[in-house]
């Protein structure tokens, strides 16, 4: 008997009608992802980072093409990749630093079931992320949050943690062209009904943050470490905090410890190879021990706690076949036909 096997795709608009972007949804489904990452019902193997130029510094300005399998059972039974392209110099041509394909597979056979554009779903499940790790990581009665660059990355940031942390009441957009920052609060402001307060300096900030989180493309430290006091929740998406800031946290926290340091990105990773940090110090090395109740999360009020998440494939997946699913219901997307 002739077999056939057809793929679906998804285009940007179909998966955002589907709700690649609803964040309540998505931090749900996160936190279950690493909650099956702890008990070894989901994986993800090493990201493949293929950088341009011939150091991390050319990397930075010249772009990447990432490639970050996966696989996620419990509700999901789904495997995957997404395959992701970056370069901050897209902006000048008037394109988005960013652009992802994800890549679903059936778990079974192996064989790829669907492709859907993996942007949205890329920027919100590592807003989720970070929104997860509010959760537990943040103080209950936090009141001032401070985003450093005022790009895509943080209005997923901005909005899973403040539906984590409800209590918050300040909020700051620093960036250095005050345009990006006065657009990204009004904005935002609007979608989420909240009032935030654009800056150019991160030293203006008139309150001591009680979240900070940074997600930029500099080469240089944009917080300085005496911004970072007792009590804070530090947030390193992207870009460079100061080298020394991880030393004054009372708790290192990663969403997997072998990810961040194969990625060879960030004051961590510098610092493992510098001497200057033993991994084994580092308090939890793989989030979703803190999920399930292995470890505790924050403690006391007084605690600084840093927490780097380099990002794993499975995250992508599990948004995704929740998009899959939904997209055979209401019978979106395109088949092709494979063979």
């Known amino acids: 008997m002739e077999k056939h096997w057809k793929l679906l795709f998804l285009s940007n608009d179909d998966v955002i009608s589907l709700g690649s972007q609803n964040m309540q949804e998505a931090l749900e489904d996160i936190e279950e992802t690493f909650s099956l990452l702890d008990k070894g019902e989901a994986f993800s193997p090493a990201k493949a980072a293929m950088g341009f130029g011939k150091t991390l510094q050319d990397e930075a300005t010249m772009g990447r093409i990432n490639a970050l399998p996966g696989y996620v059972g419990g509700r999901f039974q789904m495997a995957g990749l997404k395959w992701m392209g970056s370069n901050p110099g897209n902006l000048e041509q008037g394109l988005p630093v960013a652009c992802a394909l994800t890549v679903l597979n059936d778990p079974v056979s192996k064989f790829p079931i669907a ?192 927490f780097d998440p380099v990002g794993m494939g499975c995250e992508d997946v599990a948004v995704a076949s929740r998009v899959y699913r939904r997209a055979l219901e209401a019978q979106k997307g395109q088949w092709f036909q494979l063979f």
């Open 115 to 306: 492709a859907m554009d993996g942007s949205t779903i890329s920027a919100t499940r590592t807003g989720a992320v970070s929104g997860v790790a509010a959760k537990y990581l943040a103080k209950k009665n936090c009141k001032t949050l401070l985003l450093i660059g005022a790009g895509y990355q943080n209005t997923t940031q901005l909005e899973a943690i403040y539906l984590s942390c409800p209590t918050l009441e300040h909020i700051y957009i620093v960036d250095l062209i005050e345009e990006r920052a006065q657009s990204f609060a009004a904005t935002m402001g609007e979608k989420l009904q909240i009032s935030l307060t654009p800056l150019t300096d991160v030293r203006k900030c008139d309150r001591v943050p009680d979240i900070t989180v940074t997600a930029t493309n500099s080469n240089s430290p944009v917080i300085p470490c005496d911004m970072v006091q007792p009590g804070c929740l530090h947030i390193s998406v992207g870009g460079c905090d100061h080298p020394d800031l991880y030393q004054k946290a009372d708790k290192i926290v990663v969403d997997n410890w072998q990810h961040v340091y194969h990625r060879g990105l960030g004051s961590l990773v510098e610092a493992v190879n510098a001497g200057k940090l033993d991994p084994e110090t580092i308090y939890c090395q793989e989030f979703g021990k803190i999920v399930n109740g292995k470890l505790p999360g924050r403690e006391t009020d007084q605690e600084i706690i840093y």
